[in-house]
Structures are given as structure tokens and as C-alpha cells.
């Protein structure tokens, strides 16, 4: 709750005050005003001069409030201007230079979910000019947190197929193990619908560990492909030999991660 004091600008310019003169009379009436320093016994005390705490407690002790006149007289504050009880903010905040009100909520599930449920109802709301919605908290980390991780797998797609580039002395054979990366998403769209997840930050972190591994079985299969082409086989025949021959240990390799990832996917006991 508080008091608003409307003044009446061109009554209040009859008496020759002004807005200004008006909040430097109510600040000292109620809050004081530092006007002089005495020494009593060899110690240096400020002297405050405002209302006694009687006549500053109700709105009529805002009304009685006395303000000098350019032209010598006194002019009571109810001649000019009219007091009013509202309500506000208890504190005002600031956001680079910007007046902000904060709208704290803790999210149970999805926090993608939920922002995009109150988007929707926020669309609804005509906002004043220069009024502006902004999404922050676990949301804006996560936005953060993404970014992140698009930045680091296109970081890591270039640094592997460098890398191979050079093992493999051939710009075509890092091509074609990378070109399994694309595939790698059919299965991660699947299992989020199955689940009824949505993408989040672990999710991420699940595809680039995912990008490692099909790079992983790529340079098994084409390593094997380019010894049997090597001796003397045909292309065709090199890749169906080194499917059958190289399946099992690819098998062997996935399977060992996807086991021991099983337990913290499913979210199985404590963290």
C-alpha cells in the first residue's frame, strides 16, 4: 500500500511551487533532513529536523503539510493537490537501466513444456507499448546449454574428419564414415518419441557421445573395406565381406556402451 500524491500543476504554479519544491517538503517532513552538527561531551552528533512521529501517521498529516511560497507564505498541501491510496511495488528493480519485475516460478517436469504453455497464454496479452516477456532461470541455461552443444559437435564433426583425412591419407573415406552421422538421428528422434521425452541438454551430450561411437564403427567397416580392396577384391564384394566379417565387433562395441548406459538413462537409483 501506499499514499499518491497527485499535485495540480497549474493551481500549485499560482503559489509559485513546483513539483520539485512539493517532494523536497514531504521528504523532510517525514523522512528529515540533516541541517546542522553539535558536540556534546567531546562527541560530534547530526541533528535531524522532521515531524513528530504523532503528525506524520495518516493521510490528513500529508495534507496539513506546510510549503514556502516564492512570495513568503506558507500554503497548506490540500490547496493543490490530492492524495490518493494505491498500490505498488514494494522495491523498484533495474536490468540495464531498464525497470524489471521479476515472475519466479519452480517448474515440476518439463521446463520446455511449461515455458511454451505460458508463451501461449502470454500471446494472448495485449502488453503496453515498451512492455516486453523475457524467458530466463532454467530455461535460458538450457538455451545456453544447447548452443553449446551445437557449437561442440560441428567442432567435433570437423576435428574428426581432419583427423581421419590424415590417417587414412584420402579425403573420400573420412567423407563416407561421416556421412553415417545423419543416421545416427532416426534412432534418437525414435526413442524420444517412445519415451515421450523431449530434447534437452543430456539429450545432447547423448548425441555427440552417439557421433563417436558410429565414427567408431565407420573406420572398423571402411578400415576393413580398403585391406580387402587392397587384396584383390572387388568393391562390391569388399563391403558385403567386410559387413559379415566386421558385424560382430561392431555389435560387441555398441552394445557395451549402450548397457552401460542403460542404468543412467532410465534414471535408476540415487543423483
Known sequence: ???????????????????????????????????????????????????????????????????????????????????????????????????????????????????????????????PAGFSILYGGSWEDLQETIKDLVLVMILAIILIYLIMSALFESFMDPFIIMFTLPMTFIGVVWMHIVTGNTFNAVSGIGVVMLAGIVVNNGIILVDYTNLLRKRGYDLLDAVKLAGRTRLRPILMTMLTTVLALIPMAMAIGSG
Open 1 to 127: 500500500p501506499e499514499f499518491r500524491i497527485k499535485v495540480d500543476r497549474n493551481r500549485a504554479a499560482l503559489f509559485g511551487i513546483n513539483v520539485a519544491v512539493v517532494g523536497n517538503a514531504i521528504k523532510r517532513a517525514f523522512s528529515g533532513e540533516d541541517v546542522a552538527n553539535v558536540i556534546l561531551k567531546g562527541e560530534e552528533i547530526g541533528v535531524l529536523v522532521r515531524l513528530k512521529e504523532q503528525d506524520r501517521v495518516s493521510s490528513g498529516d500529508l495534507e496539513l503539510i506546510s510549503i514556502a511560497s516564492p512570495f513568503g507564505s506558507q500554503v497548506q498541501l490540500s490547496n493543490f493537490a490530492k492524495i490518493e491510496k494505491g498500490y505498488g511495488p514494494v522495491t523498484l528493480e533495474r536490468e540495464r537501466q531498464q525497470r524489471v519485475v521479476y515472475v519466479n516460478a519452480r517448474v515440476e517436469g518439463d521446463v520446455k513444456g511449461a515455458v511454451d504453455a505460458i508463451k501461449k497464454e502470454a500471446d494472448k496479452l495485449a502488453l
